[in-house]
């Protein structure tokens, strides 16, 4: 019999319990026997004394597919590379490499090969890891879309979807009472979710990283859309976005191991930046659309796509294909090697036809 190890890290995701249940099944149907297993909280489980280790069964990943969030939790702190550790003598956490221990602690369980299952950062750690020695297969993961060694992630059009859904409800509020909202949405340095949200929900106004705006711009914009104070408006802004010789709104996290910037208030920035530059034809209010984009249920979309990551993740491992990522390369769903995944983001093109689509009907992106 062989056993395999998933481990789910980073930011939880719409669909990674349909890519769990995708091994789980396809290992299963197998002609050779396999055991399945689920890390608890990312590498944690195996880390931590004692284990914390869930036998993934088909009876365990039964009916899972369309449940957000992760059976088998998630974390996006510290790793086997940065375990944290406080030090009572200086009263500071420090952060001690733990991987060897851990990849002699697999091999001792009798772990065959690893699917890890993670965005940019956690396929990083796939990457040492298999430079260590240790057998392993990435899955990449992220509601963003900003991995640019695959054409799509599971759970972005989620996110899109929940998204444009917020814009669907704020349209009907903002024309009752004249006013202008802005959304905002995640996104991290990327303005894919704003950008697909903003065209789906008919948006005036979209506020990307990859296009600086220029305030003056966006209040002519939405000046446009109003007569004699009457009208409303929709500015759909990534939390990474960024005026013209501007910077993004985020600030370093105090929680312990936790590495990247938290994003998030822009909208109040543009707020108060399109109030300054003269804004005054009706009531702005903000809405932080949040977590909320990474909550629930995936849509039949990334269900699909998270299910063939799922069984293609299995087969590399059968194969013996390791230190490669399960990548979709439309219609293929193709593996890339872990080192083309990693660093190199996916960002959205001012020249790409989407922007052009968006600009065709009208979206203003204060450029
Ligand atoms: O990367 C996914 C993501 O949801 C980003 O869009 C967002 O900036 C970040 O994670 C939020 O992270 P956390 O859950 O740690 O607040």
Known sequence: MKRILVSTSGGDCPGLNAVIRGIVKRAAQDDEEWEVLGS?????????????????????VAGIHYQGGTIIETTNKGGPFAWPVFNKRTGEWEYVDRSEEMIRKLRFMGVDAVISIGGDGSQRISQKLFEQ????????????????????????????QIATDAIDKLVTTAASHNRTFIL???????????????????AEVCLIPEIPYDVNKVVAKLKSRYHKGRGSA????????????????????????YENARMGGVAYEVSRAIKEAGFDSGDVRETILGHLQRGGIPIAYDRVLATQ????????????EFGRMVSYRHPDIVSVPLTDA???MHYVDPDSD????????GICFGD
């Open 40 to 60: 608890i909280q990312a590498y944690n489980g195996i880390l931590w004394e004692p284990t914390e280790i869930k036998l993934l069964d088909e009876k365990t």
């Open 133 to 160: 020695g240790l057998d392993i297969v990435g899955v990449p993961k992220t509601i963003d879309n900003d991995l640019s060694a695959t054409d799509l992630t599971f759970g972005f059009q989620t996110a899109v």
């Open 184 to 202: 905002e949405v995640m996104g991290r340095h990327t303005g894919w979710i704003a950008l697909h949200a903003a065209i789906a929900g008919g």
């Open 234 to 257: 929709i500015i759909v802004v990534a939390e990474g976005a960024k005026p013209i010789a501007g910077t993004e709104t985020s600030h370093t996290s105090t929680e312990v191991g």
């Open 309 to 320: 990551f799922g069984v293609k993740a299995f087969e590399l491992v059968k194969k013996g």
């Open 342 to 344: 990693i660093g190199k």
């Open 354 to 361: 989407i922007v052009e689509t968006a600009k065709g009907v």
